[in-house]
């Protein structure tokens, strides 16, 4: 500390006494400038830095990389699989907690009805597009301290801190998946209506996304409800809020809405012939 | 966005159409600007648009091809699209949209082939679980004999350096032994000292010969002791 002390004096009569700092005064940056050697003269000159005899003067090196017989580094390794099977793997665009908090405070998006792929694709301000390997909406931790609405929501990925800041405010989440037929329908519900083919119903998820849509503790639409409405409980306990009791809420029917692991649109079933331009539903009579 | 359930083919009432007035304000009009009969007045309309026939129906909402003109409007793809697109004014029956080939009770839920995902997701994990664990389990084994191995180890370093040791005092008092008995300084290398040498070691020999013989004796002696005493 001393020490210190001493610098810090001497640094501040340095201050005192020299003249005022200007760009002639200044030394340049360390390694700015290149000392340029000529090859004359004393110091570049004789034997120009080559040193004396040997394959050094004689300028007979071996090839860059070559590391004297073994097998070179750069030969090692034939390939680097940087981007294998990067196309083939499953994307979710994010949407934060504090765009969706915007959305609903702007009116793009109802609250009295439940959130999926379609609501918030017909919000006009986000897009999916499946054609692209983009699975589905992933929900962010972005904007989680001031999420303040009570929403039923289905997305395709969520992490547990969005759940636990979802269920804080009384609402419910649940992770679906959906296969590319049936995004496509729920991106463009008008275009697909526009076929005329009866809905078809929805794939399950592949080998690698099965566990995840399984576990109750990321809400998947193929966990058990008992394990799921149990796992509310602990989460709750881990972050620390009153878990509120959505039974008696008024709009419990609508937080409770979930769709069939078959089904695509809410109040529509797989089977059924829709017509926009009539608004009829046709059936099979069976 | 929320269509209502029906039961059977029903139609909805349709989008009531919107009249540019009132039948109230119409009587408060002038004659002259009530306008009832709107085609009238332009009696020599002409379609000027350029339009084909088939464009002027898809802009206006309707079937383009009131008659097929093509095969592709033969198509049970392109009649479905057409039933999609404009309803009933298709004149398309609905029945063709269903694929009678394909029974919708397959559709179930396929509750076998998730639980054989499950499973084999299951057993894939256990199975690494278990390799996981069986190297983990050999290595504490291992581990356990370790203090043994190291105990063993410094034992036969020690053995080996004590035998070689051994073997050069052996050697020493040998030739000391000699020179002592021929009492003056005799190069190791003479003959002479050499005969002596290989004198003393054979008495070496049979002495320690000797010793090993009493050893073993006291060592069966103590057990057929230990055996007749239990």
């Given at each position: 500390m001393a020490h210190l002390r001493e610098t810090s004096d001497k640094a501040l009569k340095l201050l005192r006494t020299l003249p005022r700092v200007q760009i002639g005064n200044l030394r340049p940056?360390?390694?700015?400038?290149?000392?340029?050697?000529?090859?004359?003269?004393?110091?570049?000159?004789?034997k120009h830095g080559a040193g004396n005899k040997g394959s050094g003067q004689r300028q007979n090196f071996m090839r860059l990389?070559?590391?004297?017989?073994?097998?070179p580094f750069y030969l090692r390794?034939?390939?680097?699989?940087?981007?294998?099977g990067h196309h083939m793997k499953r994307q979710y665009p994010p949407i934060s907690l504090l765009q969706l908090q915007v959305l609903i405070d702007t009116n793009?998006?109802?609250?009295s009805q439940p959130i999926d792929i379609s609501t918030l694709c017909n919000s006009g301000l986000l897009k999916l597009k499946?054609?692209?390997?983009?699975y589905g909406f992933q929900l962010t931790d972005d904007g989680l301290d001031n999420f303040k609405a009570k929403i039923n929501i289905e997305v395709q990925h969520a992490s547990e801190a969005v759940i636990a800041a979802i269920e804080k405010n009384g609402g419910v989440i649940r992770t679906a998946y959906y296969d590319p037929r049936s995004l496509h329908m729920l991106v463009n519900p008008k275009k697909w209506f526009q076929k005329g083919v009866p809905i078809p119903s929805r794939m399950l998820p592949p080998q690698d996304a099965v566990d995840y849509y399984t576990n109750p503790k990321n809400r998947?639409?193929?966990?058990n409800p008992e394990e799921i409405s149990q796992d509310r409980l602990v989460l709750a306990q881990k972050y620390g809020y009153e878990l509120p009791k959505i039974e008696k809420d008024s709009a419990y029917e609508m937080l409770t809405t979930a769709k069939d692991p078959?089904?695509?649109?809410?109040g529509l079933e797989p089977g059924w012939l829709v017509n926009i331009v009539d608004k009829t539903i046709t059936k099979r009579k069976d | 966005m929320n269509l209502r359930k029906i039961n059977a083919v029903t139609r909805l009432p349709g989008l009531r159409t919107c009249l540019p007035y009132s039948k109230a304000a119409n009587a408060e009009l002038p004659a002259s600007m009530v306008?009832?009969?709107?085609?009238?007045?332009?009696?020599?309309?002409?379609?000027?648009?350029?339009?084909?026939p088939q464009h002027k129906n898809v802009l206006l909402n309707?079937?383009?091809?009131?008659?097929?003109?093509?095969w592709i409007h033969l198509t049970e793809k392109y009649q479905r699209q057409a039933y999609g697109r404009y309803g009933a004014k298709s004149k398309v029956?609905?029945?063709?949209?269903?694929?009678?080939?394909?029974?919708?009770?397959?559709?179930?839920?396929q509750l076998d082939t998730l639980l054989k995902m499950l499973e084999k997701n299951r057993a894939q994990k256990a199975e690494e679980q278990q390799k996981i664990q069986d190297r983990e389990d050999d290595i504490a084994k291992k581990m356990e004999k370790l203090q043994q191995w190291k105990a063993d180890l410094h034992a036969k370093i020690a053995k080996r350096e004590a035998d070689s040791a051994a073997a050069i005092a052996r050697k020493e008092r040998l030739v000391e032994e000699v020179r002592r008995h021929f009492g003056f300084k005799v190069d190791t290398r003479d003959e002479r000292f050499k005969e002596m040498l290989e004198q003393k070691e054979k008495e070496d020999k049979k002495k320690q010969k000797e010793a090993k013989r009493k050893a073993k004796e006291e060592k069966m002696m103590a057990r057929l002791v230990e055996k007749t005493s239990s």
């Open positions: 940056n360390p390694n700015s400038k290149q000392n340029d050697k000529r090859g004359r003269a004393q110091h570049g000159g004789d990389g070559y590391e004297t017989g073994n097998q390794f034939p390939y680097e699989p940087y981007y294998k793009r998006i109802d609250t499946p054609a692209e390997l983009e998947g639409y193929l966990a078959r089904q695509v649109f809410y | 306008n009832n009969e709107p085609e009238e007045s332009y009696p020599n309309a002409v379609d000027r648009s350029g339009l084909l309707t079937l383009p091809y009131e008659e097929p003109h093509s029956n609905p029945k063709i949209c269903f694929d009678s080939a394909k029974d919708p009770r397959e559709q179930v839920m």
